[in-house]
């Protein structure tokens, strides 16, 4: 669904696509998102795939860190990795080349796979936030509901949902021919009609975005209130000043573990809500060269996610940096090195004064 706006050049550029008719025999012209936006996409790639083989690596060898959340946390690292390997570099290729050279069959699995990622991202992010509202709440009752058990079956779950939701898209994906300085190779979306096309688009755009945001809102918004009530003091001082420092310190865990989730959630939500919104506007009829090109932005925003995700784990997760350090000693060993820095700062000062 993603993958046709930007190899469709046709419909989504407007006047200048008009120009193809008169210079007919040329060849497309090269224009700088040929090479930027697939050296762009490399990079998210990169950065995407050792960050989150990392952040699965860290949870699965320390026992410690096989926690509800982190169970969360390694779901959605797997829809990076299946996301970006399955899905970036064929998009990627479209903008250096006018037509999918992949076959049907690649088109259908590419769209597919990117609409099921997408979909499993949102409903993980969305049960991240349930999670996170029911141990603030009810903390007592969390402890006999929420396990990993638990956390592993609604994964697996959120899936199988995922899994059976994007089929329309696998169904309705093929090559179709079209014109950009010759003729060429499309992959698209084909519905029996405009309106069931129509009605697809603005369900994927309340699956994967509006109804998270709505769901991610309450949840947090019902959190802060409930945070914010009083609670009944007891009699007795000293039990009442045991009781305070234990509540700050629990309040405390749970405010670092409320922060990075909102964190990643508010990240999703501007990555994927430019292309999303740019969707919904080109199925009902807005097509220009501008929105062609907000689109490639867009495209840039929501990868981007894959990668931003592990960053956010290892500097806002204090037990993610812990174990970091565990399963990596020799990338902080420097900083425990007496004068390490000082050091490193000579030899920089050395080499920039030409010494």
Same mark, same amino acid.
């Given at each position: 669904m993603i993958l046709e706006s930007a190899a469709n050049h046709g419909p989504d550029c407007g006047p200048v696509c008009n120009e193809s008719t008169a210079l007919e025999g040329r060849g497309p012209p090269v224009l700088a998102d040929a090479w930027l936006v697939p050296t762009f996409f490399g990079l998210i790639m990169l950065v995407g795939l050792v960050g989150?083989?990392?952040?699965?690596?860290?949870?699965?060898?320390?026992?410690?860190?096989?926690?509800?959340?982190?169970?969360?946390?390694?779901?959605?690292a797997s829809t990076d990795i299946l996301f970006l390997v399955c899905c970036v570099p064929f998009t990627a290729t479209l903008y250096p080349l006018?037509?999918?050279?992949?076959?049907?069959?690649?088109?259908?699995?590419?769209?597919?796979?990117?609409?099921?990622?997408?979909?499993?991202?949102?409903?993980?992010l969305s049960a991240m936030s349930v999670d996170r509202c029911y141990v603030t709440v009810y903390p007592l009752q969390s402890l006999r509901h929420r396990t990993p058990r638990m956390a592993l079956a609604i994964s697996v779950s959120i899936w199988i949902g995922s899994l059976l939701l994007s089929?329309?898209?696998?169904?309705?994906?093929?090559?179709?021919?079209?014109?950009?300085?010759?003729?060429?190779?499309?992959?698209?979306?084909?519905?029996?009609?405009?309106?069931l096309?129509? /009605?697809?688009?603005?369900?994927?755009?309340? /699956?994967?975005?509006?109804?998270?945001?709505?769901?991610?809102?309450?949840?947090?918004?019902?959190?802060?209130?409930?945070i914010g009530q009083a609670s009944v003091n007891p009699i007795d001082s000293s039990y009442q000043v045991r009781e305070r420092h234990g509540a700050e310190?629990?309040?405390?865990?749970?405010?670092?573990?409320?922060?990075?989730?909102?964190?990643?959630?508010a990240l999703f939500l501007i990555c994927w809500g430019p292309i999303q919104v740019c969707i919904l506007l080109q199925a009902f009829g807005l097509r220009s060269y501008v929105l062609y090109k907000l689109k490639i932005w867009g495209h840039c925003?929501?990868?981007?996610?894959?990668?931003?995700?592990?960053?956010?784990?290892?500097?806002?997760?204090?037990?993610?940096?812990? /174990?970091?350090?565990?399963?990596?000693?020799?990338?902080?060993?420097?900083?425990?090195?007496?004068?390490?820095?000082?050091?490193? /700062?000579?030899?920089?000062?050395?080499?920039s004064t030409g010494c």
């Open positions: 989150n083989s990392l952040v699965i690596h860290v949870v699965t060898k320390h026992q410690q860190m096989k926690t509800v959340t982190n169970l969360y946390i390694v779901n959605l006018p037509s999918w050279i992949f076959g049907e069959f690649m088109c259908r699995l590419v769209n597919y796979l990117q609409q099921v990622t997408a979909q499993a991202t949102c409903i993980t089929t329309p898209v696998a169904v309705y994906q093929r090559l179709e021919p079209g014109y950009w300085f010759g003729p060429q190779t499309y992959c698209s979306e084909v519905f029996p009609s405009a309106r096309q129509k /009605a697809f688009i603005i369900y994927s755009f309340l /699956a994967v975005y509006l109804l998270p945001l709505l769901t991610i809102t309450a949840c947090y918004a019902f959190m802060l209130k409930r310190r629990a309040a405390a865990v749970r405010a670092r573990v409320s922060r990075m989730v909102v964190v990643m959630v925003m929501s990868y981007s996610n894959s990668s931003i995700n592990p960053l956010v784990y290892a500097f806002m997760g204090n037990n993610f940096r812990k /174990a970091f350090k565990h399963a990596f000693p020799a990338m902080f060993l420097w900083k425990r090195l007496p004068n390490a820095r000082g050091f490193l /700062a000579v030899i920089i000062s050395s080499v």
